[in-house]
């Protein structure tokens, strides 16, 4: 299985919910009301967490293909 990296980019999320309500194990609203991928950490302009199953790369998929503004990207790494 391929490890692939789950990038956020939090300041242009538009806090609409989405990602929590379909992937709750990775996703949740901070206190602030915007997403938070749980376990990952700041790297520059975004946060990131690396993967290693094929189940969290398609519940992350799904995170993905619902975000409305194209805020959460999915990395295969070599
Ligand atoms: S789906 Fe996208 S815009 Fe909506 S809360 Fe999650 S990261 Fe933010």
């Given at each position: 299985m391929a490890k692939f990296k789950i990038l956020h980019?939090?300041?242009?999320?538009?806090?609409?919910?989405a990602c929590a309500a379909i992937c709750p194990e990775f996703w949740e609203m901070d206190g602030e009301g915007m997403a938070q991928l749980k376990e990952s950490k700041q790297v520059g302009d975004h946060w990131e967490r690396i993967i290693d199953t094929e189940d969290a790369r398609s519940r992350n998929q799904e995170a993905v293909d619902a975000c409305p503004v194209t805020v959460i990207k999915l990395e295969e790494l070599e």
């Open positions: 980019f939090k300041e242009e999320c538009i806090s609409c919910g």
